[in-house]
């Protein structure tokens, strides 16, 4: 069995330079979570594409990140939860405080707090203008998944110095070596996370 990484972005989709994008070349079992559109998230939408990739590759590690990461979390009482082998969930997104950072509103509904189903890694900033840590700390808190402070780095993203982020794969590996249903011997995923 080969375990795929599922890359989940957030608003605007991880463009050029994102940790993300650079992921997707790292990792040969990486795959993009698509969305028809990256600038007007529907969380009904988006989720229907984050459920067909999961159905489409059970057992994946989910790479989340900002608003990614929430919907991520809405999978928590869905039927393709089951099929989650774990999730590394990176700098969750406030959608108030999106909303008021780009001037616009987004309708993304409430953050889920429910526990999540399947082995999670919450990683947070203590300076993030999207979500302030002790948010980010209760969220985790619910969502009964550990909290990594990641220290004072902004959103973990472009606009914040992040490039490839490299200190990250120890945190995906980590998550990956909690994965529901793992094979006895390491997938081609999990290899390659140590292989960095």
Known sequence: MTRKVLIVPGLNGSGEGHWQRFWLEDFEEAQL???????NPEAGRWQQGLEAAIRDNPGAI???????TILVAR??????????????????ADIERTSALHARSYEFGRIPTDPLPFPAQVVASRDD??????????LAKSWQAPLFDAGYVGHINVASGFGRWVEGYELARQVADRCHERPQRATQAQAQLRSF
Do not use: F, R
Not at 62 to 68: E, N, P, R, Y
Not at 129 to 138: G, P
């Open 33 to 39: 979570v698509e969305q028809a559109d990256w600038t």
């Open 62 to 68: 989910i790479v989340a990140h900002s608003l990614g």
């Open 75 to 92: 999978l928590a009482n869905s039927p393709v939860a089951s099929l989650v082998g774990c999730a590394l969930l990176v700098a969750p």
């Open 129 to 138: 203008v999207y979500m302030s840590l002790e948010k980010a700390v209760a």
